[in-house]
């Protein structure tokens, strides 16, 4: 099943980038590939978060962190479909001139929420465990460095959307922010629970992490991709198409850290696996 998903996961993708390829200079034809690359992926997203959820017996701490993902996930959903609702049938306007955004924008920052107090659940949890392998300087190196990429990418966004949050209003502004702020944390986060999870059980636990990882620095790539294309040397509209399509990536390591979760367990024995 996980061969399967990781089969999906890069079909999407590659779709996706087949489909931008196609579809550059047409900004409906674009808008189109995305949205529908967006919805394949957000379903995928939901689908393996909870299958992950329903793996874990009740009162199993990592029950409860796929039942936060998975939250955050259904949401993501809700506002993809609201999203995707005002594209097509919003008469050409933009979604910041529609009702929806300030709901959205509710939406959206409730789902980053949910996904950062998951990670933050998995961190406190193997802290009261009371397991505290050393810190060695090439641990500190990798956590500094994902963490200056981190807020490399992520502080500039967040000042951009404060200079503009009378001109974006404060359903976009704050949608952006929140965004920004959660795809940050997620990072930093995951980086010592992915070495905590590989210390403790090996690759196959330490994997769901790693996706989760990478989804949190395609969500990243995704909110500065406009602010990383006019830094590469390419024409930057069609740089930010390609870049947008890191918003899908994202979506589909979500899912794929649900079923890496799934196969873990399955890998390591349900007696063995339990972390409750």
């Known amino acids: 099943m996980t061969r399967l998903w990781w089969g999906l996961t890069c079909a999407v993708f590659l779709a996706e980038i087949i489909g931008v390829t196609i579809a550059l200079g047409q900004r409906d034809q674009l808008a189109l590939v995305h949205d529908v690359a967006g919805w394949a992926a957000t379903v995928l997203a939901v689908t393996g978060c909870v299958r992950a959820y329903t793996i874990f017996a009740p009162g199993e701490f990592l029950r409860r962190v796929w039942g936060l993902l998975s939250m955050g996930a259904l949401l993501l959903m809700v506002g993809m479909a609201m999203r995707s609702y005002w594209t097509h049938f919003g008469g050409g ?123 949190g620095l395609m969500w990243l790539t995704y909110d500065a991709h406009r602010a990383i294309a006019e830094l590469l040397p390419w024409h930057p509209a069609t740089t930010s198409a390609y870049l947008q399509t890191s918003r899908s990536l994202g979506l589909l390591c979500i899912g794929l850290a649900g079923w890496l979760s799934w196969d873990a367990l399955r890998y390591l024995g349900r007696d063995d696996a339990g972390t409750g």
């Open 93 to 215: 306007l933009p979604i910041m001139q529609s009702p929806l955004i300030a709901p959205r924008a509710l939406v959206i920052i409730a789902a980053n929420t949910l996904m950062v107090a998951a990670l933050a659940l998995v961190a406190h949890t193997y802290r009261r465990t009371g397991i505290r392998p050393p810190r060695t300087p090439k641990f500190l190196l990798v956590w500094l460095l994902v963490t200056a990429a981190a807020l490399l990418l992520g502080v500039p966004e967040v000042v951009r959307s404060l200079q503009r949050f009378t001109h974006l209003g404060w359903p976009t502004a704050m949608t952006h922010i929140a965004s920004t702020i959660g795809d940050v944390c997620t990072l930093i986060l995951v980086v010592p629970i992915l070495r905590l999870a590989y210390l403790l059980r090996g690759g196959s636990l330490a994997r769901p992490w790693f996706a989760l990882a990478v989804s």
